[in-house]
Nanobody, 118 residues
Framework: QAHLVESGGGLAQPGGSLRLSCAAS????????MAWYRQAPGKQRELVAD?????RTNYADSVKDRFKIFRTRNTVNLEMNSLEPDDTGLYYC??????????????WGQGIQVTVAS
């Protein structure tokens, strides 16, 4: 059965870097758009960045020129540089995929904590 496995994250100082990775595992025919969302305490979940099948990317204004999203087959990565305290939150991977046992669907990771503090 298809599922997502997230890794990375943790604690970084302001100005530091972290990397997140998310792999779609299991019986999958193909994947479509891949994205990272985040949710800060007391705030709604927001799109951080996404990458289409053709490689085109889209970023939230708050992370442009600091974060980079890229994909390799069934994995999506988020490189986060020049981190700021406002980047703190729970980051969720989202992959639109076609599993062998059903039709296209949105899958979500379990969430991974990113904390930026000195």
């Amino acid at each position: 059965q298809a599922h997502l496995v997230e890794s990375g994250g943790g604690l970084a100082q302001p100005g530091g870097s972290l990397r997140l990775s998310c792999a779609a595992s299991g019986s999958i025919i193909t994947v479509g758009t891949m994205a990272w969302y985040r949710q800060a305490p007391g705030k709604q979940r927001e799109l951080v960045a996404d990458v289409l099948r053709d490689g085109r990317t889209n970023y939230a204004d708050s992370v442009k020129d600091r974060f980079k999203i890229f994909r390799t087959r069934n994995t999506v990565n988020l490189e986060m540089n020049s981190l700021e305290p406002d980047d703190t939150g729970l980051y969720y991977c989202n992959i639109y995929l076609w599993p062998t046992d059903g039709s296209w669907r949105d899958d979500w990771g379990q969430g991974i904590q990113v904390t930026v503090a000195s």
